[in-house]
């Protein structure tokens, strides 16, 4: 059995519930504080109940806010706030699909000998009945989660239950979408509405439908997206913060590969399953959120230049394609 990391505190009993747990004590999550070695022991169905904090046995400092859809489908919105990262390991008491939106991370996603990283906006699709999961969370946390029963998905999606009929076939699949727009829109839609002073049940249940199309269209079959090892896992980070180092003139695959000894398939598979994004996207994506930060104190021309663009075009097209608007609007307060 593979080492659980040591950097796992406790604020993980939210995601780990959320995802799944042990199969020889089902039903149960234990999260161990680092600094205060306390235990909780909780159910995913009474976390996500109606019950008081304090009857569903929720630490302090977490938030859930269930809202029942129909038979067999339920969403919650779940914050956490807390000075320190928490960890803890849990499981999953019922078998249900699980459909989720990060809006504050990074988050460690352990199982079995394999690992996910999410970040902000990656979107998680998992079902895993009995399975044990760790999980890492950051001292402030938000998360929107879906869950659903395979049957009430297969009646609601129709014919776009077959995109993921296969996986939930086999008992198991946990696929990490990295920034889909629609869906991250969607979920913060869905969000606000649950966190209204007054919530409107209409709108809640449309949103979440909303979001869970988008969420589920986004779906691919875990071969795509399967996790990696603890070995891989450490090779990739390595290889992102060679990568991220110098955003005006990036490492090719092939030194990034030889840097961190793995082949290039590996290095492109294991970006795509750890990162949710294929290397250059990744980097464009990083590369871009540098743009728009240059953009405040610097104009179009220089600051492409900074990011290693010799042509103020080719720069205008790629922060248009990851925003929406040219740089010259941005500078002007579109993105405010």
């Not at 406790?10 to 600094?35: D, E, Q, Y």
């Not at 919650?76 to 000075?83: A, D, G, I, K, P």
Request: glycine share 8%; proline share 5%; charged share 20%.
């Amino acid at each position: 059995m593979c080492p659980l990391p040591t950097n796992m505190l406790r604020i993980r009993v939210i995601i780990i519930i959320v995802r799944g747990c042990v199969r020889h004590n089902p039903g149960a999550v234990i999260a161990s504080n680092a600094t205060e070695a306390s235990l909780y022991e909780l159910r995913s169905s009474e976390f996500f109940s109606d019950h008081s904090p304090v009857a569903a046995g929720r630490p302090p400092g977490v938030d859930v806010k269930p809202v029942d859809l129909l038979p067999g489908a339920t969403v919650s919105l779940v914050s956490f706030r807390n000075e320190t990262p928490v960890q803890i390991a849990a499981c999953n008491d019922h078998a249900c699909v699980h459909f989720s939106c990060l809006f504050n991370g990074p988050v460690d996603v352990a199982f079995g000998c394999h690992a996910l990283l999410l970040e902000a906006g990656h979107l998680l699709t998992s079902y895993a009945p009995g399975e044990r999961f760790s999980l890492t969370l950051p001292g402030h946390y938000r998360n929107v989660e879906l869950m659903i029963t395979p049957d009430t998905l297969s009646d609601l999606a129709g014919s776009d239950y077959d995109r993921i009929g296969d996986d939930l076939g086999r008992g198991f699949c946990v696929y990490r979408n990295g920034h889909n727009r629609r869906a991250c829109d969607a979920a913060a839609r869905l969000a606000r509405l649950i966190d209204d002073a007054t919530p409107r049940r209409l709108l809640i249940h449309a949103a979440a439908l909303e979001f869970l199309a988008w969420h589920l269209g986004s779906y691919q079959s875990q071969e795509e997206g399967g996790p990696v090892s603890w070995r891989e896992r450490k090779a990739l980070l390595m290889a992102r913060e060679r990568l991220l180092l110098d955003l005006s003139a990036p490492p090719t695959i092939a030194e990034l590969a030889r840097e961190t000894g793995l082949n290039q398939l590996k290095l492109k598979r294991g970006f795509k399953a750890l990162f949710g994004h294929s290397i250059y996207a990744l980097f464009q994506r990083e590369r871009m959120d540098r743009a728009r930060a240059l953009l405040q104190r610097y104009g179009v021309t220089e600051t492409a230049m900074r990011l290693g663009y010799s042509n103020v075009s080719h720069f205008s097209a790629a922060f248009r394609k990851q925003f929406g608007v040219l740089p010259s609007e941005a500078r002007r307060g579109a993105l405010d």
